[in-house]
């Protein structure tokens, strides 16, 4: 079967560092992205994992190994505005013509002063 | 920037009625997507499609249908809607996956209420 897991939820301190975690099982593998949404808006595209390692991208880093199935998302220097799900979704290498996602139910950080 | 654009941001139906929800995308993208989101639950496929008048089932069909008569309109349909349908639904786009990372790009979506 299909499935991806990560945290329900997680609190953290402004100015500190934090890492999401997720996890996966799917039958194909072509690709993993991480999704910032704000309450009450449209998600929004974070980063993408095809390889093996780390992808910086100013604060926001995120890592993959695909033979562990096993992904995270490290936020540093944590703003109060990073409160926010942060969803992990995988792309199915079956998906042919398709960018078909498959998601998680998403975690939900809340940063405190 | 890709803009993806939903007709309604709040939208209050009652049981049975037939319910169209409209999505627009201005970046000539092939792929488009419907999903509801339920706490708990996270995102789920209503239905896609990959092309104009191509449309395939996503993981929860039920009660839905798409129409896809132009390329840059994606609509979602609820027959004969229900109260179990009431949710956030979000409408995504993207080009297909052979041409990079090719993220999808959503809509600030439609919360739908069926009283």
């Known amino acids: 079967g299909q499935n991806i897991d990560q945290p329900t939820e997680m609190t953290a301190t402004e100015g500190a560092i934090v890492q999401i975690n997720c996890t996966y099982q799917?039958?194909?593998?072509?690709?993993l992205f991480w999704y910032q949404q704000h309450a009450g808006e449209a998600p929004t595209f974070l980063s993408y994992?095809?390889?093996?390692g780390l992808e910086e991208k100013g604060r926001f880093s995120s890592f993959l190994s695909r033979s562990k199935g096993y992904s995270y998302l490290l936020l540093k220097e944590l703003q109060m505005k990073d409160s926010a799900s942060y969803l992990c979704?995988?792309?199915?290498?079956?998906?042919?013509?398709?960018?078909?996602?498959?998601f998680g139910t998403g975690t939900l950080l809340a940063v405190q002063p | 920037d890709v803009k993806v654009t939903q007709s309604s941001r709040y939208l209050v139906k009652r049981t049975g009625e037939k319910v169209f929800l409209e999505c627009v995308q201005d970046?000539?993208?092939?792929?488009m997507f419907w999903y509801r989101q339920d706490p708990g639950l996270g995102l789920r496929l209503i239905y896609f499609s990959y092309d104009v008048k191509m449309k395939e089932k996503g993981d929860i069909p039920e009660g839905y249908s798409v129409s896809r008569e132009k390329k840059e309109r994606f609509s979602l349909i609820l027959e004969s809607a229900s109260t179990n349908q009431t949710s956030m639904y979000l409408c995504?786009?993207?080009?297909?996956?052979?041409?990079?990372?090719?993220?999808?790009?959503f809509g600030d979506g439609t919360r739908l209420s069926i009283l």
């Open positions: 799917t039958s194909g593998f072509n690709g």
């Open positions: 979704a995988v792309r199915d290498r079956y998906g042919g013509a398709t960018n078909k996602l498959i």
């Open positions: 995504a786009s993207s080009l297909p996956p052979g041409q990079g990372r090719q993220p999808q790009h």
């Open positions: 994992n095809v390889l093996d």
């Open positions: 970046m000539d993208h092939e792929n």
